[in-house]
């Protein structure tokens, strides 16, 4: 199994691809893949200016694409997301609320919402404090449905 790590320039922030995530959850080839996701996180991060980190991740905690500051270590925040949405996702099924759509923290710096991407993958969108909740929703909800036929 390859563990390739490939690395693009992506606004102030570094997309980064594993091709064994991706090769094995999508039918299109690689490159085509890449630049779809890189595509839609872009347009992601263009309607809610401010979104400073962008993660899309299995829903097993692994990390298919990021747009991340060189501050934060993209596996863990893929593993600590899947972690938080599958204990949502859980106490909403406990408290019969019916499916989890999305989980959104407002922190004291921003905001971070988790939003599924289909049945096979996640989406994580941290903004600063000054995007409009509804906005950066707005913009998790667009690219989520987007990436969802992908898989």
């Keep these: 199994m390859i563990d390739l790590l490939m690395a693009h320039k992506y606004s102030d922030f570094i997309l980064r691809t594993r091709d064994v995530s991706v090769a094995a959850m999508f039918d299109m080839d690689f490159e085509q893949i890449q630049g779809k996701i890189k595509e839609i996180m872009e347009e992601a991060t263009q309607t809610a200016a401010g979104i400073k980190a ?25 593993a600590m997301a899947a972690s938080i949405l599958g204990v949502a996702d859980l106490a909403a099924e406990r408290m019969q609320q019916g499916t989890l759509e999305e989980v959104l923290m407002t922190n004291e710096k921003g905001l971070i919402i988790m939003r599924s991407a289909g049945e096979k ?31």
């Design 54 to 78: 962008a993660i899309l991740l299995s829903k097993e905690g692994l990390p298919i694409a990021s747009a991340l500051p060189a501050s934060l270590e993209e596996a863990e925040i893929a």
């Design 121 to 151: 993958a996640i989406l994580v969108l941290a903004a600063s404090k000054n995007v409009k909740t509804g906005l950066l929703v707005y913009a998790a909800r667009t690219a989520s449905e987007k990436i969802a036929p992908l898989l």
